[in-house]
């Protein structure tokens, strides 16, 4: 008997909605990049992208616990001398709430060419409303 290895041109991808209201940052990032990764299905091979696309909606009223909207601090470089941007999260969650739940899954997806390609399959939407309906994609529930 051999282990099962998955192939690229193989694998059946699906579409699904996670809506993030109301619902921690970090948990949400969690099902968002198991399903990205494809590690929820048994053809899970991790040398091979298996994973599935992610849609989140409500973005902008993900919730982060305790003080951090005020003590995480986002870091930028814009590559000069002195060029050190800090921005605190709840002004990032103001300007650009879909970027603070890109960040947060794009964290937990592998740091190589592989996670790339598995980035490039998250779709993320500070609404409630996407323009992906034509995919049908299925309701994912995020379990507290």
């Known amino acids: 008997m051999s282990t099962y290895m998955a192939r690229s041109q193989d694998v059946?991808?699906?579409?699904?909605?996670?809506?993030?209201?109301?619902?921690p940052l970090g948990r949400?990032?969690?099902?968002?990049?198991?399903?990205?990764?494809g590690k929820h299905k048994p053809t899970y091979t991790p040398h091979?992208?298996?994973?599935?696309?992610?849609?989140?909606?409500n973005a902008s009223t993900v919730l982060l616990t305790?003080?951090?909207?005020?003590?995480?601090?986002y870091f930028h470089?814009?590559?000069?001398?002195g060029g050190l941007k800090r921005t605190v999260y709840r002004q990032l969650m103001q300007k650009k709430p879909a970027?603070?739940?890109?960040?947060?899954?794009?964290?937990?997806?592998?740091?190589?060419?592989?996670g790339r390609a598995m980035y490039k399959k998250?779709?993320?939407?500070?609404?409630?409303?996407?323009?992906?309906?034509?995919?049908?994609?299925q309701v994912w529930e995020v379990k507290i």
């Open 122 to 137: 998250l779709k993320v939407y500070a609404q409630g409303e996407h323009p992906h309906s034509a995919q049908q994609p």
């Open 77 to 81: 470089h814009s590559g000069y001398l």
């Open 12 to 23: 059946d991808r699906n579409w699904y909605v996670i809506d993030a209201a109301g619902l």
């Open 99 to 114: 970027f603070v739940m890109e960040k947060a899954v794009r964290g937990m997806l592998p740091h190589n060419r592989l």
């Open 48 to 57: 091979v992208d298996t994973g599935d696309y992610v849609i989140i909606v």
């Open 66 to 73: 305790g003080r951090k909207l005020d003590q995480k601090i």
């Open 28 to 37: 949400v990032a969690t099902v968002a990049a198991t399903l990205l990764r």
